[in-house]
Structure formats: structure tokens, C-alpha cells
């Protein structure tokens, strides 16, 4: 199997995944997954699809993240990943799809409204 590279987003932030057949190293922007994200839920957001699957050991993930914040960035890597590995493998789509894990989150942000100061939120009303 040579490698398999996908493509997940979320909000603003673009993941592009690689994955190889190995033992279980993810490599995000040339950095461990401990050392890019720190927060303990963020690094088991990006591994949901692989220990849903149980095939955490036996594939080397490379990512290149670009883009939003670190939740977008996280939630990007995953669905990455999901996508990925249904490629590798058609047995496990049901799985990652009863997940949630195939679903692209289509929620983005409203533009700010031209006479406003955000897009929902007015200027305070002065009667006199």
C-alpha cells in the first residue's frame, strides 16, 4: 500500500493528511501531536476515527495544518483521518460514519452586517 493522502476542513482551518502503513506516529507540521496540541482533548479529537477503528498502531500519519484556530485545526485533522481511512479500507466507513466522523461540520461564521458592529449585534439605541 503506498500512501494515501486526504483532505479535511473545518471553519477556516485546512488539514492535508498523508497516511502510511507503520506504527501509530502522528506527525502534525513537522511536530509530535503531544507537542502541537497540548491539550489532552484536542490530541483525542484527532485520534477518534483511529480508536474507533482500532488501527491506532498501524498506520504513520503526517499532517500539514493550515489555517483557523486549534479546535478547527483538531476537528480538520479528523475528519482527514476519517476519510483516509475509509479510502484504505471500505469495511470501515459504517463505523466512522455512525461516528460522526464523515461529516464535513458546515457551520462557518456570519460576515459582519454593513451599519452594524458584528453581524448580529447593533449599536445601542439612543432615544435622546
Known amino acids: 500500500m503506498e500512501v494515501v493522502n486526504t483532505v479535511g476542513r473545518r471553519k477556516a482551518a485546512v488539514a492535508r493528511v498523508f497516511v502510511k502503513p507503520g506504527k501509530g506516529q502522528i506527525t ?9 496540541f497540548p491539550l489532552e482533548i484536542l490530541q483525542f479529537q484527532v485520534k477518534q476515527p ?8 498501524n498506520y504513520d500519519i503526517t499532517i500539514n495544518l493550515d489555517g483557523g484556530g486549534i479546535k478547527g485545526q483538531a476537528e480538520a485533522a479528523r475528519l482527514g483521518i476519517a476519510r483516509a481511512l475509509c479510502e484504505i479500507d471500505a469495511e470501515m466507513r459504517p463505523t466512522l460514519k455512525k461516528a460522526g466522523f464523515l461529516t464535513r461540520d458546515p457551520r462557518e461564521v456570519e460576515r459582519k452586517k454593513p451599519g452594524q458592529p458584528g453581524a448580529r449585534r447593533k449599536f445601542q439605541f439612543s432615544k435622546r
Do not use: G
Not at 28 to 36: D, G, P, S, T, V
Not at 50 to 57: G, I, S
Open 50 to 57: 483511529l480508536l474507533a477503528t482500532n488501527t491506532a498502531e
Open 28 to 36: 502534525i507540521n513537522h511536530k509530535e501531536l503531544a507537542a502541537y
